[in-house]
């Protein structure tokens, strides 16, 4: 079992209090002390799950773990990982520029993304990047320039889009081949001869693939492994050119409610390390280095957000729906995706489940919805509403709908807690506004 077979953070339980406590911290006291809503991160399972991927592949020689920093960044999770010897999956200047300001050892990670901006390209090479995932004919074109402007060559890998379905929400699916990501394997042949004959500031040293996220199945990643090598074998065949690196991803899932089983992250080790051992042979492709990039299964299970509970309605003869001060600006994700969370109430965890309401949030629109149909204890207002799971892809996708403040989060461990990012202010919110002259 690890931890993202967990619905709970690893350190959740209930106190002398009668309160869900996190990392040693009464989440009843956070409330108060922070305000909600506010998302709370602990630190010893985002550790644990970290050792753990660390732990799966242990028996395998050349390994490269990036955390996929989309899921949820800020300079103190960069610090976190960083110690834990992860380097980062970037895919905007932004997240360049957090790393770097964090202190990450830049030269460990990969700028990856679709349509990455030449300004972008050369801030990465500025700072150092280690590795570059090049996505299509422009970006090849592009960091070759880039590169040769700044008097360096880039090692690259491919993103090819591998033609693996697999069972998620269709906007998170990204190896199909009808996708927007990355190369078609039909294309690769033409990107090999423009790296040959005309880019000569760009190192290809491997291909790389996501096949979704909020992935399930294992084998999948047998599959994706084999897909990879035999394109490996092939260019090899036709160009003559040894590619020893592969980038698989990310994609583990985690479990927001009961009916979600997620695989150990072992088994999906298992997979890959098999695979590449029986596919390398298979194709004569030497030794490999693996990278993966997991995101959710790092973030996701360690981070849940607090909310207080507000008005409600009952309709009658219908629904009773209980309102929060959060909802889709801080995590979009039930809306964007139906995708479903579990809850509990703070301050009283223990009591009875007498009612099944609707968790609205309280923004301006019918569909700001947190949970649906959801078994609560009787509510009144002032509850301390805990939703789980919530670390990854919720402040990261957040904004700013309707002028709300976004929250602030803390990282908790052994007791302790830390702002690692303060919540907005009103004078934040209007801090980019311009009023031009003429209106004034
Ligand atoms: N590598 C690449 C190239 C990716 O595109 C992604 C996620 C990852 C790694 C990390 O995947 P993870 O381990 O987190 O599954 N906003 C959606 C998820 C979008 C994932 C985008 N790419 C959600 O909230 O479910």
């Known amino acids: 079992m690890t931890a993202n077979q967990n619905i709970k953070p690893i350190t959740t339980k209930i106190n002398e209090n009668g309160h869900l406590e996190i990392g040693g911290c009464d989440l009843v006291d956070l409330a108060e002390k922070y305000g909600t809503p506010l998302y709370v ?3 010893e399972t985002v550790r644990t799950i970290a050792n ?8 395998y020689p050349n390994i490269n773990m990036l955390y996929a920093a989309k899921a949820f960044m800020t300079k103190a999770i960069c610090r976190v990982l960083s110690d834990e010897g992860f380097g980062f999956d970037l895919v905007s200047g932004g997240e360049i520029y957090t790393a770097h300001s964090a202190g990450v ?3 460990k990670c990969l700028f990856n993304g679709n349509n990455k901006s030449y300004d972008e390209l050369e801030l990465a090479l500025e700072v150092g990047v280690g590795k570059f995932s090049v996505d299509n004919f422009l970006e090849l074109a592009l960091l070759n320039e880039a590169a040769g402007a700044a008097g360096k060559k880039a090692d690259i890998l491919l993103r090819i889009t591998p033609g693996i379905e697999c069972h998620t929400h269709e906007y998170i699916q990204t190896g199909h081949l009808d996708s927007k990501f990355g190369f078609d394997l039909t294309q690769i042949d033409d990107a090999m001869e423009l790296l040959l004959d005309e880019y000569k500031n760009l190192n290809v040293i491997g291909l790389h693939a996501h096949i979704g996220s909020q992935i399930f199945e294992t084998k999948i990643y047998y ?12 260019i090899k065949e036709k160009f003559g050119v040894e590619l020893h690196t592969i980038n698989l991803g990310g994609g583990l899932g985690i479990k927001y409610t009961e009916n979600d089983c997620p695989p150990a992250i072992d088994e999906i080790a298992k997979q890959i390390t098999a695979s590449v051992e029986e596919n390398s042979k298979k194709y004569n492709t030497g030794d490999i280095t693996i990278f993966i990039e997991p995101g959710r299964s790092i973030i996701g299970t360690s981070g849940v957000t607090l909310y207080t509970v507000g008005s409600s309605k009952q309709v009658p003869k219908g629904k009773k729906y209980v309102a929060v001060d959060g909802g889709m600006a801080d995590n979009p994700r039930p809306s964007l995706y139906q995708a479903v969370y579990t809850a509990q109430v703070a301050n009283k965890p223990d009591a009875p489940l007498a009612q099944t309401i609707t968790l609205a949030g309280r923004f301006c ?3 700001d919805i947190l949970i649906k149909d959801v078994k609560m204890p009787e509510l009144e207002e002032g509850d301390i509403i805990c939703v789980y799971d919530t670390g990854a892809y919720g402040y990261s ?5 309707n002028r709300v403040l976004k929250p602030a989060a803390v990282l908790v461990n052994h007791g302790q807690s830390d702002i690692i990012i303060n919540r907005e202010s009103y004078e934040h919110l209007i801090s980019l506004d311009v009023i031009p002259e003429r209106l004034k």
């Open 397 to 401: 996708m957040s904004s700013n709908y």
């Open 41 to 43: 991160f602990d630190e």
């Open 365 to 367: 629109e019918s569909g």
């Open 223 to 234: 599959d994706e492994v084999e897909v990879i090598l035999k394109e490996i074998a092939r």
């Open 52 to 59: 753990e991927y660390k732990n799966a592949f242990k028996d």
């Open 105 to 107: 050892d830049m030269s």
